[in-house]
């Protein structure tokens, strides 16, 4: 009796001991919530969920943003068909554990990382996936070997999708290393592995050769060399997978910004407009000529969306069309310096980019000496505002473009202009190149533009769309002016009471201070 009831205790502190070891485990469990099966990581989780799971995939987004939303549904997807295995996926909020994000340094744009066996260190950068299939491929490759792309070409001609295909006379060559480190960096394309002869011989091609192929279509093929590294081999196939120009879209933009080609050119231009469709087929003859080396892209001006984009290049809708090229490293700007946008001179220019001899636009030319001392004042972009906004002149200023010839044409009627004005002190006359320094004033109207800037504190901009005769700007000079005194007596009258105000403010602060001593 002794020893059953001594068995029984025993059974029962062995029951207790089994709860209270699983105890932390539900504790752990309720500290990292899950939505569809992904984790929902923070601060107080992270290592955590890093020593708990051997492979952890983990996406820094921004909520709100398209690409966010994007590769968070791609997540979802893959996180179903992940259930049970040694992978597991998990987020983190950028905007909300900004601690965290700075400590991973993850605090740019969304990225996607893999940790391995609990290493908080070195984790393994994921291609930002297009889909769920995406991120299931990468891991896929990743874990496996070139033989797994090795497939029936011919069964699969008629694919719509792009392939990128491998040919190759030995299969233990490094050549197909350097082709399968490419597949597992670009998840979202179609990668095979052929060694059929008919196949090859049907493009004309020999052995160490990549084919892009479309419809069975040769888009373009890529011999291996032995210095071919991955990064050379991605950079051709990430090129040639775009058409030759990419037009700029919510649905584009990721790809453009994340390409490997560095140097872009952009045509900023309205679908609508007549002239379109010429300067359109010269821009895409031009990009043909400069693959791998320039990316082509145009930005319609005439879609609101691109509001930001031209906002951050500075280019306003009735400046179109424009060529402006730039590089992602060190972002200088460069503009095309013509209104003539045909073949030859979008490759000149180009051509004069890659070489070293293009002229950057800068915020502003340097001032020029003796700026000041001639009737038309010459301006630049850190003495425009300056001068135009000065209370006490009233400045009509020629914005012009050095290439155009309709600006050039009104180059005779300024110099007259300001030579008629020449004794009257309370009148400047000024011009500036508006393609070579950035003009940070809300005008409308294209280029050549004459702007006139009252005597006023205010900071206000009148533009004149008269005819281009002196006797009739003097007049339109003589009438504004006119308005501008009767505004500046009321904005002096402004002025004065508010500095009253100011000092007898002050003197109430002053005499309360004396009261307290």
């Known amino acids: 009796m002794r020893r059953l009831l001594l068995l029984g205790v025993t059974a029962l502190c062995l029951c207790m001991f089994v709860v209270a070891d699983k105890q932390p485990d539900r504790q752990a469990d309720k500290s990292s919530p899950e939505t569809d099966g992904v984790l929902q990581l923070k601060k107080g989780n992270f290592n955590r969920a890093l020593r708990k799971h051997k492979q952890l995939l983990v996406h820094f987004y921004a909520p709100l943003t398209r690409e966010g939303h994007r590769v968070s549904i791609a ?3 893959a996180a179903e068909e992940l259930q ?4 597991k996926l998990a987020v983190i909020d950028q905007n909300k554990e900004k601690e965290l994000a700075k400590e991973l340094n993850a605090t740019g744009l969304p990225a996607i990382r893999l940790y391995l066996s609990g290493d908080k260190h070195n984790p393994i950068d994921c291609p930002l996936p297009q889909s769920s299939a995406s991120i299931l491929t990468w891991l896929k490759r990743r874990a496996g070997s070139a033989t797994d792309l090795i497939a029936d070409l011919i069964q699969s001609e008629a694919s719509e999708e792009l392939r990128v295909v491998g040919f190759f006379k030995e299969l233990d060559h490094d050549y197909v290393q350097v082709f399968y480190a490419a597949a597992i960096e670009l998840p979202d394309l179609n990668f095979v592995v052929t060694q059929d002869e008919e196949v090859i011989s049907k493009y004309g091609l020999t052995h160490d050769v990549v084919l ?7 888009i373009q093929a890529y011999k291996m060399m032995p210095q071919t590294s991955k990064e050379e081999l991605i950079i051709f196939i990430t090129v040639y997978q775009m058409d030759p120009v990419t037009e ?13 080609v560095l140097n872009h050119a952009l045509l900023f231009v309205n679908k609508s407009s007549s002239d379109f469709k010429d300067i359109h087929m010269a821009f895409s003859s031009a990009a043909s000529a400069f693959r791998l080396k320039i990316l082509f892209v145009f930005v319609d001006v005439d879609e609101p969306r691109n509001g930001r984009i031209m906002e951050y290049f500075r280019v306003r809708d009735f400046e179109a069309p424009l060529i402006r090229l730039i590089n992602l490293t060190d972002h200088v700007t460069y503009q095309l310096p013509s209104d003539t946008l045909d073949l030859q001179t979008i490759k000149t220019f180009c051509q ?3 070489e070293g001899k293009a002229k950057p636009k800068m915020q502003s030319e340097p001032i020029p000496e003796g700026w000041d001392k001639q009737p038309v004042k010459e301006l630049v972009g850190t003495t425009l505002e300056q001068v135009a906004f000065n209370p006490n002149k009233t400045v009509f200023v020629l914005f012009y473009l050095p290439y155009s010839h309709e600006s050039r044409a009104v180059f005779p009627l300024w110099e007259e202009l300001a030579e008629a004005l020449k ?9 500036i190149d508006a393609s070579a320094n950035d003009i940070n004033l809300s005008m409308q109207g294209a280029y050549p533009s004459l702007c006139l800037f009252p005597a006023l504190h205010a900071e206000r901009v009148v533009v004149y769309r008269g005819k281009k005769k002196v006797k009739d700007l003097i007049k339109f000079l003589d009438k504004e002016m006119k308005k501008a005194q009767k505004e500046r007596v009321k904005e002096d009258e402004d002025r004065r009471k508010y500095i009253e105000a100011i000092k007898a403010e002050e003197a109430q602060k002053a005499n309360e201070s004396k009261d307290e001593l």
């Open 248 to 260: 700029y879209t919510g649905e584009t933009a990721t790809q453009i910004l994340t390409a490997p």
């Open 75 to 77: 997540f979802e997807g």
């Open 212 to 218: 892009l192929l479309k419809k069975s279509e040769l």
């Open 423 to 431: 004794e009257r002190e309370d009148v400047v006359v000024a011009r």
């Open 352 to 354: 004069s980019y890659l």
């Open 84 to 87: 049970g295995s040694e992978v």
